[in-house]
């Protein structure tokens, strides 16, 4: 693990979720900037003493070379460490796991989807809720074209968390922050899980969007509230919010898709559940682990229906993708076809893009933008 030391809210989920299904051991990390608390947090955590980095480039060019050398190396830094850290363990030959979003400009991001291609390492992009069953089920009753042609996608993100100034606060600094963050606060953070929901649900892809981004806390420096207008491939509309300052709101990430013959329905503050509601039929409820529910959908449950699965089931699921994309990609074949939904250097070279054209909507009025 490059990132996550003493503090780091993601990197101790990261952790937790690697080892759920028993896919992953952590054996080796560059955990902080500051080298000898970096070494302190690896000997907390058990590591062995010659494996508790000082930096990621000491780590990268060692683990390389060791017979027992790792198999990936997961990256949950903030988002301007991204790009130099994953592209020095794909130079090493190494696999990556990395957080959203995948960097902080479209010009690094294109430059690690060529050395992935280049490479044909896996690269896996963590965006967790697209590990949740149900989004998966939801995937797949469009793929079979239960809704029929989808009219409208809707998704939303809202929190509070940062509705007022939180002074020193170690999260919120680097969010709040351009130069670790990125040109998107909220849209770095936030919308860029709605927006893969999106297009990973809905199977299109959005061509232009027209943002409205606002700052409501005086003094930061990025947007704490996205208002955005999309329009995808074959004339479906969209609309996304994404908000930090939407007080009373915990984690509201919420997607609704209508199409000519239904919608469905799915928060993740209640994951368990997908609402389908066939036109002129009443609503038919979908759960986790009961009947019905396509391969993907079973495939990412772990636990019998009733026996309620979470935040931290879904982010395994993308790690224990990761495992059979990393074994495939060891043993020379083919990977298990469900494993491959996990998101990867694509998906994280659409959410830079996404970042950008909003914040150049934005500064145009809101003017409509290709996401070409």
């Given amino acids: 693990m490059v990132g996550g030391g003493d503090g780091a809210f993601i990197g101790a989920v990261h952790r937790m979720a690697a080892r759920i299904d028993d896919q992953w051991e952590l054996v080796a990390g560059a955990f902080q900037s500051d080298p000898e608390r970096s070494v302190m947090f690896g000997e907390r955590l058990g590591l062995e003493p010659d494996r508790r980095y000082r930096d ?49 400009t479209l010009k690094d991001a294109n430059d690690l989807a060529h050395a992935v291609e ?68 909220a849209l770095g953070d936030i919308a860029t ?66 199409g000519e013959k239904g919608g469905l329905e799915w928060s993740q503050e209640t994951p368990e559940q997908l609402v389908f509601s066939p036109l002129g039929e009443p609503p038919r409820t979908y759960r986790r682990g009961g009947p019905g529910l396509a391969p993907s959908a079973q495939h990412a449950t772990r636990l019998p ?3 309620p699965e979470g935040y931290l089931e879904a982010f395994a699921q993308i790690y224990s993708d990761a495992a059979e994309l990393v074994r495939a990609h060891n043993d020379k074949r083919a990977p298990d076809p469900l494993a491959t939904l996990a998101p990867g250097v694509v998906d994280g070279v659409r959410g830079v893009r996404f970042i950008e054209a909003a914040v150049a909507s934005h500064k145009h009025n809101a003017a409509w933008t290709r996401l070409d």
């Fill in 56 to 104: 990621f480039a000491s780590m990268a060019a060692s683990e390389s070379k060791r017979p027992d050398r790792i198999d990936a190396v997961s990256i949950v830094t903030p988002n301007h460490q991204h790009h130099t850290a994953a592209r020095a363990f794909l130079d090493a030959g190494i696999p990556v796991i990395c957080d959203k979003p995948l960097t902080t």
């Fill in 118 to 185: 280049k490479s044909r390492l896996p690269f896996i992009l963590t965006h967790n809720y697209s590990g949740y069953p149900m989004i998966r089920q939801a995937r797949a009753m469009i793929e079979a074209n239960e809704l029929g042609k989808i009219r409208v996608v809707q998704a939303e993100y809202a929190q509070d968390w940062l509705a007022t100034d939180l002074g020193v606060n170690k999260q919120a600094d680097w969010r709040g922050d351009p130069a670790r963050a990125g040109p998107g606060g």
């Fill in 193 to 258: 899980h709605a927006f893969h929901l999106s297009e990973f649900v809905s199977r299109l892809t959005a061509e232009s969007l027209a943002a409205d981004l606002s700052s409501f806390v005086s003094g930061r420096k990025l947007d704490d509230n996205a208002n955005i207008l999309l329009r995808f491939d074959g004339g479906a509309r969209g609309m996304l919010w994404a908000s930090q300052v939407a007080s009373g709101k915990a984690n509201g990430l919420t997607l609704r898709i209508y």
């Fill in 305 to 307: 229906s009733g026996h």
